[in-house]
């Protein structure tokens, strides 16, 4: 069952049409992912879904609703959550503040204290640096903590823009771990990524995006062996 679905989405910047009427869908437990060059319409493609960036046309289902002119920040409460490009952490605010700030959409607190020490236990630095202020943070912690602020809000759908961007090999390897747990203990994800061996290598299925068109689309395992994406993505 599909939990996203995205119908001939089109956005404009002025005159430029950046996404040129796109379909795809995310099934209910899928990991998904959007891979594509830098400027091919991933992120473009991700922040309109979400209501960040208006829609010249298309619609989006999310979960059986309508939610293509739904103001972004409501979407959040429908179950659907963005780590965005850049991790755009409360810089001035403590590890806890942030996490904190992750649940203000979760009506019933009760279960907060039991939420926190499981990102702490998921994310243990996080735990070590919970009163430390984020922007102190290393690169790799901050994209935890984003990652960590997502999770408080229970998502249904977790979206991550180009979590891997700027982190050690050893620090994206860790990424991409923690993202398959967050898949197996029941979240759904839609990933965009420029790693395209790494996000392949874990998800269901993808799509190509080429200068705002999907070029291709099939399983992880069918377009890590595309003698096209071989080429233009993976090196080979």
């Not at 204290?113 to 102190?136: C, H, M």
């Not at 901050?142 to 090999?169: C, F, T, V, Y």
Request: aromatic fraction near 6%; charge should be negative; proline fraction near 3%.
């Amino acid at each position: 069952m599909a939990l996203l679905e995205v119908h001939d989405l089109e956005v404009n910047y002025g005159v430029i049409r950046a996404i040129k009427g796109i379909s795809f869908e995310v099934n209910e437990g899928e990991i998904v992912t959007l891979i594509g060059a830098n400027g091919a319409g991933k992120t473009t493609t991700m922040q309109s879904t979400v209501g960040l960036i208006p829609k010249k046309a298309g619609k989006v289902i999310f979960d059986g609703n309508d939610i293509t002119k739904v103001p972004c920040h409501k979407i959040v409460h429908l179950g659907m959550t963005q780590v965005p490009e850049g991790r755009r952490i409360f810089q001035e605010l403590t590890v806890y503040e942030n996490l904190l700030m992750g649940a203000y959409s979760i009506k019933d607190k009760s279960g907060f204290k039991n939420d926190i020490e499981s990102v702490y236990e998921r994310f243990p630095r996080l735990a070590e640096r919970r009163n430390q202020i984020a922007g102190t943070l290393s690169g790799g912690e901050q994209q935890m903590l984003a990652m960590g602020r997502a999770i408080m809000s229970h998502p249904k759908l977790l979206m991550l823009d180009e979590p891997s961007m700027g982190l050690s090999p050893l620090l994206v390897d860790q990424v991409f771990e923690i993202i398959k747990q967050i898949n197996k203990d029941g979240t759904t994800v839609l990933l965009v990524e420029q790693n395209a061996g790494k996000s392949l290598a874990i998800s269901d299925r993808a799509y190509v995006l080429e200068n705002g068109e999907i070029v291709l689309s099939g399983t992880g395992k069918e377009l890590s062996e595309s003698e096209m994406v071989k080429k233009a993505y993976l090196g080979g």
